[in-house]
Structure formats: C-alpha cells, structure tokens
C-alpha cells in the first residue's frame, strides 16, 4: 500500500517566519519526491522536486529528505502573505504520482 | 506550450447522466494522470496511461467510471451513471521521461445534483 500522509493543518506563521512543513510516504523504494502548492479553486503547480540522493535550495526554499525515516520536510524561508495556499507533498513510484491530503498554510501579515 | 488543457471547466448534471470531462496533454508528453480532489480524500490517482496505454487504473472507484486515450493528444474520463457523490474536482496532469514532474491542468469542477 503506497501512502503519502501529511498534517492537514492549518498552519498559522507571521510575515517573515519560517514555515516547516512535514510529510510522511510508506514505501522506501520511492526516487523522488515532489512539493507542489495549491491556490484556492486553482490547480497544483510544482515548487520544487528532490531525489532519493539529497536535499535541494532554491530561493526560500528547502526540500529535505531523511529516507530514515521516510519523510520530506519543506522549509520556507521569510514567509510571505502569498505563500498561503495548501502544499501538498508527492512520491513518485512507477512513474505514478501518489499525493498527501495537503497541509493549508496562513501567513498573517 | 499552453500547457495541459481541460474542458469543461465547470459541468452541472442530474443524477444519472452520462458525464464526458476532456484532456490533451502537453505536447510531447508522454504519460497522462487522472486525478479526484475531494476535502475529504485530497488528490487519488484514478488511471494513469503511458504511451496511451491504460497501465494502472486500480484508482477508479467503480465500473461507473472508464478513461480513454486513442491518441497521444487527447484523453476523456467517462462517468455513466453519475451520481451525487462523484461530485468533485477532476484533474488531469502530463509528464515526460525527459523530467520528473507532473504538470496539472486547471480541473473540471463536477457536480452532480
């Protein structure tokens, strides 16, 4: 059984905070893992990805990985008001996509 | 590339009727994703094609529900009957062997009443 389980939240940080979101997946043979940010009433769009071989920065933000432990945490950095929306964290296994429930985060301004 | 294309964008029916959601794919891409997205259930993977092939479809909640790709641009999610509770947002999504993400189209918003 593949599953991908995260906090559904809400997540409430200030303005410039820094945001830790966790995710959970049940299978260690997964290769990458994906976080993606969902507006209200919009579709899924891709932040940023990582492999099974390391942690990746990209502006604010960070994907880490502990293949220990099998979870990837997404930290971002001086949070902004427009950073809230649902993350949702996906695990790809056989070319599929298996998504958490997805965590809401607010930044309060 | 205009991305991933989804129509309708909205679709009201009545209980029982035959319901046809679109999709083409990004250009060159080569796997295809139908997804449901539910407060209760988030995103579930109903079928995903690869080379417009049906490769796992063990998603789709019932026999109610078939998926179709007769070609590399273009794919339909059928609901016959529709009932109430299959009212949802349906996404459909497109990757490449080239990268390892999935792009999402912007949904169809399906109720059943």
């Known amino acids: 059984q593949k599953e991908v389980e995260q906090n559904s939240g809400p997540l409430s940080v200030p303005e410039g905070a820094i945001a830790s979101l966790n995710c959970t997946y049940s299978?260690?043979?997964?290769?990458?893992f994906f976080w993606y940010r969902q507006y209200s009433g919009k579709s899924p769009e891709l932040i940023m990805f990582?492999?099974?071989?390391g942690d990746k920065e990209d502006g604010r933000f960070t994907a880490q990985l502990n293949k220990a432990s099998q979870y990837v945490s997404l930290l971002i950095r001086d949070s902004q008001p427009s950073d809230s929306a649902t993350y949702l964290c996906a695990v790809n296994w056989g070319n599929q996509f298996y998504f958490g429930t997805g965590t809401s985060l607010t930044v309060i301004p | 590339d205009a991305g991933v294309i989804q129509s309708p964008r909205h679709e009201v029916t009545e209980m029982g009727q035959e319901v046809t959601l679109r999709c083409k794919p990004i250009?060159?891409?080569?796997?295809l994703f139908w997804y449901r997205q539910t407060m209760m259930r988030g995103l579930e993977l109903l079928i995903y094609?690869?080379?417009?092939?049906?490769?796992?479809d063990s998603g789709m909640p019932e026999d109610r529900f078939s998926a179709k790709m007769p070609n590399a641009s273009f794919s339909t999610l059928k609901i016959q009957p529709s009932e109430p509770r299959d009212s949802a947002v349906y996404f459909c999504?497109?990757?490449?062997?080239?990268?390892?993400?999935?792009?999402f189209g912007q949904g169809t918003r399906l109720t059943v009443v």
């Open positions: 999504a497109s990757s490449s062997y080239r990268g390892p993400e999935a792009f």
């Open positions: 299978d260690r043979g997964s290769q990458s």
């Open positions: 990582i492999y099974s071989n």
């Open positions: 250009s060159g891409h080569n796997s």
């Open positions: 094609f690869n080379n417009n092939v049906p490769i796992d």
